[in-house]
């Protein structure tokens, strides 16, 4: 597609569920990036792949969060047993490679409400 | 380490007045500078970036920015506002050298009134 590609957009979980979220990165873009973002607030950093390498987890706000890009394209970040504090949009991008300023292409997001 | 602190949570303005987005940034090492716009129920688009070269950075909409390293802002402006333009912006900042992470503030929501 054009553009990166985020499903579910929508998604309610009850506590204590685990859900998947995927991302379809921008074709031939090396890296990819998961952010989170909290109602009302700026997004936060996750983590990053380049290719099929996970080369920084240090945002990942639990070791309930884990974050794949198998083959180096479509990426899934699951969150385990989910909590309250985990509603929040996940947002994906992805860029051409990880050369600093480097224009990030984001996608819609993924609205998670734990209920 | 980097921060970003956007001193406006909301600046409402009459359609057609110019406005001005504040953004300042703090950092140990030099950075690079965003703005982007997340329009309801969307995902952050880039408006524009300060890489280097001329401080006065133009971008897609109207929108211009201006480095101003002493001063270590990143103000974003429009001469004169659309409706169209109601949305929420975020400055962003990540490093010259390193990892490509963007560090993000609280974002500013611009709300235009006819």
């Known amino acids: 597609g054009a553009g990166v590609s985020q499903s579910p957009r929508y998604k309610v979980a009850k506590r204590g569920q685990d859900v998947a979220l995927r991302c379809d990165p921008i074709s031939g873009h090396v890296s990819l990036f998961w952010y989170q973002q909290a109602l009302g607030q700026g997004p936060e950093f996750l983590t990053y792949f380049q290719n099929e390498a996970q080369l920084d987890k240090s945002g990942l706000p639990s070791d309930r969060f884990f974050a794949e890009r198998p083959e180096g394209s479509v990426s899934t970040l699951k969150i385990q047993r989910t909590q309250q504090e985990d509603s929040a949009v996940y947002l994906c991008a992805s860029s051409l490679d990880l050369t600093p300023g480097n224009t990030i292409y984001f996608g819609e997001g993924s609205w998670l409400t734990v209920v | 380490a980097q921060s970003v602190t956007q001193l406006d949570s909301q600046v409402p303005v009459f359609e057609e007045a110019p406005v001005e987005l504040r953004c300042n940034y703090s950092s140990s090492v030099s950075v690079y500078l965003f703005w982007y716009v997340q329009y309801p129920n969307q995902g952050l688009q880039l408006l524009l970036k300060?890489?280097?070269?001329?401080?006065l950075v133009k971008g897609i909409n109207g929108f211009e920015a201006e480095f101003n390293k002493s001063q270590t802002s990143f103000h974003l402006r429009k001469p004169s506002v659309h409706i169209s333009d109601t949305a929420e912006y975020f400055c962003?900042?990540?490093?010259?050298?390193?990892?490509?992470?963007?560090?993000f503030g609280q974002g500013t929501r611009l709300t235009i009134n006819p």
């Open positions: 300060y890489l280097s070269g001329s401080t």
């Open positions: 962003a900042a990540s490093p010259l050298k390193g990892a490509q992470k963007l560090v």
